[in-house]
Nanobody
């Protein structure tokens, strides 16, 4: 059974950093595309980042480029989202998702098939 466990959220001041983790079980993370999306209250889901299973390429939505970094640790079967220079507008519940397909070119990472529970990120000004 494919399972994803996201963790690492919290409260941080603007300019600070957090590292989210997405622990995978029931499959090998290297074989799956892993993505992150977020949803803030009253707002639509937004694809944040994705790492493709076939070539390891990484993708980011424009608003986080240069601030967020997605990486994979095969030994731990875990994907990380390092978030630096956080802004209040980054406040949202963050979810990790997985699929055997490549990262969607549209950036709609929330469309990937498997989803873990979310982790709350709150950035204070």
């Amino acid at each position: 059974e494919v399972q994803l466990q996201a963790s690492g959220g919290g409260l941080v001041q603007a300019g600070g950093s957090l590292r989210l983790s997405c622990a995978a079980s029931g499959f090998t993370s290297d074989d799956y595309t892993i993505g992150w999306f977020r949803q803030a209250p009253g707002k639509q889901r937004e694809g944040v980042s994705c790492i493709s299973n076939d070539d390891g390429r990484t993708y980011y939505t424009d608003s986080v480029k240069g601030r967020f970094t997605v990486s994979s640790d095969s030994a731990k079967n875990t994907v990380y989202l390092q978030m630096d220079s956080l802004k209040p507008e980054d406040t949202a519940v963050y979810y990790c998702v997985a699929d055997t397909l490549r990262c969607p070119r549209s950036g709609s990472y929330y469309l990937l098939s498997y989803r873990g529970q979310g982790t709350q990120v709150t950035v204070s000004s």
